[in-house]
């Protein structure tokens, strides 16, 4: 059914909480992994635009997408990464189209009203705009 699943991380402890779920997903269905990462640091949003040098942040969100990717292939899973740069959103959306992906599979942290405001806005453009479904899994406390 999922033949490629964007798996949307965060760079934090809340993909511990995603990555079983959806490792376990992909030998169900078979399906390969994209783990994308969205460096949205000041040098990652004007990489392009300024002709910026990789940043320290980028290079260390490569080398995690890498390790993660490199945990799922020991278990058998086809795995590919991608660092996307600027808008967290944006970069989901655009890879999952790009990569033609059918299935994002993001984290969802449980904030209410002023939170949801702060923090939740990556989750509610990707809901509203994703031409795919979308897999909420609640992060771990």
Same mark, same amino acid.
Not at 92 to 104: F, G, M, P, S, V
Not at 126 to 141: D, F, N, S
């Given at each position: 059914m999922y033949q490629k699943i964007l798996v949307a991380l965060e760079n934090s402890r809340a993909d511990e909480t995603l990555l079983p779920h959806i490792g376990e997903l992909a030998k169900l269905h078979g399906s390969e992994l994209l783990l994308v990462h969205v460096a949205d640091g000041f040098v990652a949003r004007n990489y392009e635009q300024l002709k910026l040098a990789e940043s320290q942040e980028m290079k260390d969100d490569l080398a995690y997408l890498e390790n993660s990717a490199g945990t799922l292939r020991a278990r058998g899973l +086809? $795995? %590919? +990464?991608?660092? &996307?740069? /600027? %808008?967290? &959103?944006? #970069? *989901?959306?655009? &890879? =999952?189209?790009?990569?033609?992906?059918?299935? *994002? =599979?993001?984290? =969802?942290? /449980?904030?209410?009203?002023? #939170? %949801?405001?702060?923090?939740?806005? +990556? *989750?509610?453009?990707?809901?509203?705009? =994703?031409?795919?479904? $979308?897999?909420? $899994?609640? &992060? /771990?406390?």
């Open positions: +086809t $795995v %590919d +990464t991608f660092l &996307a740069l /600027g %808008d967290p &959103a944006e #970069g *989901i959306l655009k &890879a =999952a189209e790009d990569r033609q992906c059918d299935l *994002i =599979a993001m984290t =969802a942290h /449980g904030h209410r009203l002023l #939170g %949801d405001l702060l923090y939740g806005s +990556t *989750i509610n453009e990707v809901r509203h705009k =994703a031409q795919v479904p $979308v897999l909420l $899994v609640r &992060a /771990g406390k």
